[in-house]
């Protein structure tokens, strides 16, 4: 009779540990929203893409203590390379694909290129580095540009050999924020930022050609950020150069200008190759929600840097975070930016989450999943 209550017991238990396991695996996890739609990664970009081509000693002189800490020390506990206390926008978005961190590109091994590449450069500019030594604003200037970027990719594809044509096979590609670099070495120059605009559009717009003819299939393209808001703008501008959120007006101006003229050059690619899905990630209207709502996404610091140290925003070009003498906060998580130009983690992570999920795309994000689940 026991032998018989013991079997009985031991059978129903089963049965419960059979059906918790299938409850589990069919349970999506927070980082398998879309899991494997795509298997890879190219990301373009700056600083606020770079997952670490860019090391101390090669990035842009002001921020040239990247490889020191605290940068990295929220998430990966020790420095990156990445310019922020943690991961950047590109890390979440390999999260919620299911995907590995990208490797950069200077510092590929083996097979890291499997899921993706990054491309993204600390420092780089839309417009090609030449523009900026003709006219004499190349001082401490990155060398590397978008379209250096696109060589890179082109090298890269080389090295695959035969296996070339399928690093776009399921392959999302990623441009992140550039541009407004161009705009900041620009300063002082009798060079009008329409001229800028102007060329930095149509070198980006030429570069997200290119990779199209190529055979890139699925496309996210962030716009710029309102860059006045940062501490190194906020600094610089008079304090009567202030918007209706209290950030750089004529910065902001920039930036504003420069995504209206982005936005319909990628209309007209989508007309050019109705083929593919071009999706822009409103980086301006999400970053403005959150200054106008901080409390909302968990926020209590707008303008002063983390990581930083003196004046009314914690900023200082000649003490910057890296060095030695400067140290960070100890809430990051309340702060946007990190360290006078760049964004805390999570301020990118409520990016992410707005170019995802929150409706700051156009169209929206989901239709990077619905055309490849129809033509998967």
């Not at 950047?88 to 390999?94: N, S």
């Not at 992140?176 to 930022?193: L, Q």
């Not at 929600?289 to 914690?314: D, H, I, Q, S, W």
């Amino acid at each position: 009779m026991k032998i018989c209550e013991a079997m009985v017991a031991l059978t129903f238990y089963s049965a419960i540990f059979i059906l918790l396991c299938a409850f589990a695996s069919a349970s999506p996890t927070a980082n398998e929203t879309h899991p494997r739609l795509f298997s890879k990664i190219y990301a373009f970009g700056d600083s606020f893409t770079d997952t670490g081509n860019t090391r101390s000693v090669s990035g842009p002189t002001v921020f040239g203590h990247v490889s020191n800490s605290p940068y990295g020390s929220t998430f990966f506990h020790h420095s990156t390379n990445r310019y922020s206390d943690g991961r950047l926008v590109i890390d979440f978005i390999a999260q919620t694909l299911s995907l590995p961190f990208l490797t950069p590109y200077r510092y590929l091994k083996g097979n890291e290129s499997f899921h993706g590449v990054n491309f993204a450069v600390a420092g780089s500019t839309a417009i090609n580095h030449d523009f900026f030594v003709r006219n004499n604003l190349s001082l401490n200037i990155t060398p590397q540009s978008i379209q250096t970027q696109l060589l890179w990719f082109n090298k890269f594809l080389e090295t695959q050999g035969h296996r070339g044509a399928a690093a776009f096979d399921d392959a999302l590609f990623w441009v992140g924020e550039i541009g407004v670099n161009d705009y900041a070495y620009n300063t002082g120059s009798p060079i009008p930022d329409d001229t800028i605009r102007k060329l930095g559009v149509a070198s980006v717009t030429g570069v997200l050609q290119s990779l199209l003819k190529k055979g890139a299939k699925y496309m996210v393209v962030q716009g710029l950020p309102p860059s006045g808001c940062l501490p190194l703008a906020m600094s610089i501008a008079p304090v009567v150069d202030r918007d209706d959120i209290g950030c750089a007006r004529s910065s902001n101006n920039q930036t504003y200008y420069h995504n209206l003229s982005l936005r319909a050059s990628l209309q007209s690619l989508r007309r050019q190759f109705p083929q593919a899905v071009i999706i822009y990630a409103d980086y301006w209207n999400a970053y403005r929600t959150v200054m106008k709502n901080p409390g909302k996404y968990g926020f209590r610091e707008l303008f002063k840097a983390c990581c930083g140290v003196g004046g009314p925003y914690n900023f200082n070009v000649l003490a910057v975070c890296g060095m030695s003498s400067v140290s960070s906060c100890k809430k990051p998580y309340e702060y946007i930016n990190w360290d006078g130009v760049h964004l805390t983690e999570a301020m990118y992570k409520v990016v992410h989450d707005m170019f995802v999920e929150g409706g700051f795309t156009e169209p929206p994000f989901g239709s990077l999943f619905d055309k490849k689940r129809h033509e998967g």
